[in-house]
């Protein structure tokens, strides 16, 4: 059975089409009629990222050309009669040819498949050749930033500087290919999921156990500015799950993304968790805490007092529908990189938690132009301040 270096191009391409559409190492190996361990060297070597096709530069002499220099050869053509006929510079057939052993050795398709060999060499990437570039870049990911928002971040620092610019695919190969190494690879252990290679996208939904509770408004009568996020104020949250029952909550701000994280140390029954909501929210301007959106979870059964006590219009989700609350379902999956699944959270003071979203809130995100969280709920904050000095 082939061991990876000795898979033929067509099972590496299987095995790069089938991890594109979500499959598992051991069902690719079991499609593929391979070990588990196979596929999963083969995906390590290059660190979850396929490789980049090999092409051919038009510069560079074709097999044909190097055929019909062997042709001209046995003909007693010389070298500057083969370089009319190729429409090619003189010299740059005699080089050739002394390259691959002078004329009486000269083979077309031994040539060619050395030239193959020698352009295997990896060209310097541009964090390779930028040190300064490089070390904001490291920085960066000790901050916990992704590479999408250091990337945006760069084009935003630096609007007119080419050299300070980087795309996230490039910070990606050099975190995980490991024939770049330009970055340190236990950088990795920085990004959401720490991974030590890349894993396709696939698509899940998450099971929801759903509890009957009375009184619920439905997402579908929430006013139309709390859709366009034109208006502040409009929360959502959800309960982040831990070992053993525990949990905290989290609540995000649909306007800025800016989150903040609630301890639940009485356990995450609904008085706690609306108690602990109230004392959370509480804490912001009233112009900041308009409504929240909730999914249907028992936790929430006491939205009505909730609601009376802290000044917040409660709207609940249809059923198995996470999507409706997108921002906070991708703010859970960022906390993951802090806690993860399966990880208890009953020793996870309110404390901790600040810290948490602190990171969470001073990172520069794409979908706020690469701004980050704190900075935009300032700026609101700042804004209602300086419209009360005003009256």
Sequence with gaps: MPKGHGLSE??????????????????????????????????ARTGGIRPRARRRPERCLSLEEREEISRGIARGHSARAIARALGRSHT?????????????????????????????????????????????????????????????????????????????????RALYVQARGTLRRELTRHLRRGRSRRYARSQSSKGQGQGKLTGMVMISER???????????????????????????????????YCQLVALPEGSGAVEVCDALKQSITTL??????????????????????????????????????????SNENTNGLLRQYFPKGESLAGVGQERLDEVAEKLNGRPRETLGFATPAEKLAELIDGLNEAGAER
């Excluded at 790069?16 to 999963?40: A, C, H, M, N």
């Excluded at 060619?112 to 295997?120: C, G, I, K, L, T």
């Excluded at 053993?244 to 989290?250: D, G, H, K, L, N």
Aim: aromatic content about 6%; proline content about 6%; overall charge positive.
């Design 10 to 43: 067509a099972t590496k391409d299987g095995i790069w089409e089938l991890r594109s559409e979500g499959v598992s190492d051991r069902e690719i190996g079991r499609r593929l009629g391979l070990p588990r361990g196979t596929v999963s060297n083969h995906l």
């Design 92 to 172: 740059t057939i005699v080089r050739e040819i002394n390259r691959c052993g002078g004329r009486r050795r000269y083979r077309a398709h031994a040539a060619d498949r050395e030239a193959w060999r020698r352009s295997r060499r990896p060209r310097p990437t541009k964090l390779e050749l930028c040190p300064e570039l490089r070390g904001v870049v490291d920085e960066r990911l000790q901050e916990d930033h992704s590479p999408e928002q250091i990337a945006g971040w760069f084009r935003l620092r630096y609007p007119d500087n080419e050299a300070m610019h980087v795309s996230h695919e490039t910070i990606y």
């Design 223 to 257: 006013p139309p500015e709390v859709d366009s996020r034109a208006v502040p104020g409009h929360w959502e949250g959800d309960l982040l799950m831990g070992g053993r029952t525990s949990a905290i909550a989290t609540l995000v701000e649909r306007q800025t993304r």
């Design 285 to 326: 301007p009233a112009q900041l805490r308009r409504s929240l959106t909730w999914d249907q979870g028992s936790e929430m059964s006491e939205h009505r007092r909730f609601s009376v006590e802290a000044g917040v219009e409660v709207y609940f989700c249809d059923p198995r529908s996470p999507w409706q609350r997108g």
